[in-house]
């Protein structure tokens, strides 16, 4: 069965630090990924989404991931963070031969301090 | 007003008794899902439609949860018997339609369900 692990769970940063939140996904097959954000009080909206092509994928508000397929991994990055970038961040995966039922990970919840 | 919408926003309820949840996706989005969100855990998908195909109900914990959707419109999630452990935040996400490149899909803002 899919699965889709996000390892950390809270992380706290100053603004302007660098930001990498890991995400690991096991499938056998060829997949989607997605990284979707939730802002305090707004509902789900998707950061950025991977289905071919370039393994670096730039989304919104300065966000990018990097699809490894040799480490079933979509980790991803913002090179300096702001206070509005608090939120919870969701890896999810899905099968690309199908529809998009998602599989997500718990998420983790980002902190920045001015 | 084009995103999704879900009502009722909170519901509190006591055990033992019935709810319905309501999702009105995207006009003109043919694919509806719902998911669940326990607190501190990820999204859990639960069941999904597809314009006027059998839809996947692969994701119901139980007999209880059921779910409908009149052609491409409305949908309604309806948990029976209610019990504690279904607490939860439940989601409905629509998209276009099912399966490729097109295939986003957009959130509601979701019902928090509260059983006592």
């Known amino acids: 069965a899919q699965s889709v692990s996000q390892h950390n769970h809270h992380v706290i940063l100053s603004e302007a630090a660098s930001l990498e939140l890991g995400c690991n996904y096991s499938y056998g097959g060829t997949v989607n990924l997605f990284w979707y954000v939730q802002y305090p009080g707004q509902h789900l909206q998707l950061l950025l989404k991977y289905f071919s092509g370039d393994p670096l994928v730039k989304g919104i508000k300065g966000f990018e991931a990097e699809f490894i397929k040799s480490k079933f991994s979509f980790n991803l990055r913002k090179p300096s963070v702001q206070w509005s970038d608090t939120a919870e961040y969701f890896c999810a995966v899905s099968n690309s031969g199908g529809y998009n039922k998602l599989i997500f990970g718990a998420g983790t919840r980002l902190a920045v301090h001015p | 007003g084009a995103g999704v919408s879900q009502s009722p926003s909170n519901k509190v309820t006591e055990k033992g008794k019935d709810v319905e949840l309501r999702c009105d996706p995207i006009?003109?989005?043919?694919?509806l899902y719902w998911y669940r969100q326990r607190l501190g855990q990820g999204l859990e998908f639960l069941i999904y439609?597809?314009?006027?195909?059998?839809?996947?109900k692969s994701g119901l914990p139980s007999d209880r949860f059921s779910a409908e959707r009149t052609g491409e419109s409305v949908s309604t999630l309806t948990i029976q018997r209610t019990q504690q452990e279904d607490s939860a935040v439940y989601l409905c996400?629509?998209?276009?339609?099912?399966?490729?490149?097109?295939?986003?899909?957009?959130f509601g803002p979701g019902t928090r369900l509260t059983v006592l």
């Open positions: 006009s003109g989005h043919t694919a």
């Open positions: 439609f597809q314009g006027n195909s059998a839809p996947d």
């Open positions: 996400a629509s998209s276009l339609k099912a399966g490729g490149i097109t295939d986003t899909q957009y």
